[in-house]
């Protein structure tokens, strides 16, 4: 039979409501000597505990959420009151009621008989009210941080889904150009994209995947830029540590390869990219330095497109206080540096 969800901690909370109540009610008896006394405790004493429990569930489960928690301070305090007339008019009819079954030290007094369960109401009032706004809060605290959990995957996702289509079409860019030069490349090429896409289709749905998976994912993209790219431009990619101890989070390090692609070739003059991957106790090191090419240091100076600011995003969010990432832009030079601690 399956379980409801939930059903067990509310059976755990009622049973812990019952044995806190059940002690109350016994543990007095123990330090009563007198049969007289124990006599009319069972009798006086433990109606006047049920009073008291009447009004702590009565403010816990009923003023508080439908007054207090909705902001209806006056009628909260009112309905509050009325209780308190309530259980003091049970505690009289009570007493004259029982008035004959036990022997009384002291003749019947109605205004102490009346006001007797002012001083338990009051311990009831305040027990009832810091346990219900303390769980209240204790809910709100996991329900803010579930919120926040959710719009965090939310997120992560719709970063993810950028990704695709932004590399999507640079490749297809890339294929396009080696058809129209009719080169003998062009087969090779899109099965590389078939590989890619494998990767970006089914492995990036899940939340990590191994380093080394992602390694070649960044192989194959490697591969189909070098189909389109001239001699002149040296492409040096190197590992380093067992990346398969690893597991990191699809697509991450990519665009930073891209932007070196992006804006660190030139067809006019020598062009050299560098990408270090390390793999270091519990961090990983990743680097890519590549040329500014000269006819594009002005597009890297208004920015870096989507792929980076995205891949920025995501480090916050997948990495906040165990990630360093440093990119400087000297001498021709751009050079992106990422620490991630795991």
Known sequence: MEE?????SKSYTILIHILVWVAFLLVPLVFIESATGRERFMMMGWFQQLLM????????????????????IGRYFLMLLLGLVAI????????????GLIEHHHPFNFWRTATFPFYPAVMAFALSTSVRITMEWFKNERQKKEMEAEKLSSELAFLKSQVNPHFLFNILNNICSLARKKSDETENAIIKLSQIMRYMLQDSKDEKVSLEKELEYLQSYIELQRLRLPESVKIDFA??????????????????????????????????????????????????VNHIAKHRSDTMEQGSGIGLKNVMRRLELLYPGKHLLKISDDDNQYKVELEIQF
């Open 239 to 288: 590992t380093e540590g067992r990346p398969e101890l690893f597991s990191i989070e699809p697509l991450l390090l990519i665009p930073f390869v891209e932007n070196a692609f992006k804006h660190g070739v030139s067809y006019q003059e020598s062009s050299e990219i560098a990408i270090r991957l390390v793999c270091r106790g519990q961090a990983l090191l990743f680097s890519v």
């Open 4 to 8: 409801i969800p939930g059903l067990r």
């Open 88 to 99: 003091s008019g049970f505690n009289v009819i009570f007493a004259l009621a029982t008035s």
């Open 53 to 72: 429990a009447a009004y702590f569930y009565y403010n816990f489960l009923y003023l508080i959420p439908f007054f207090l928690l909705r902001k209806k």
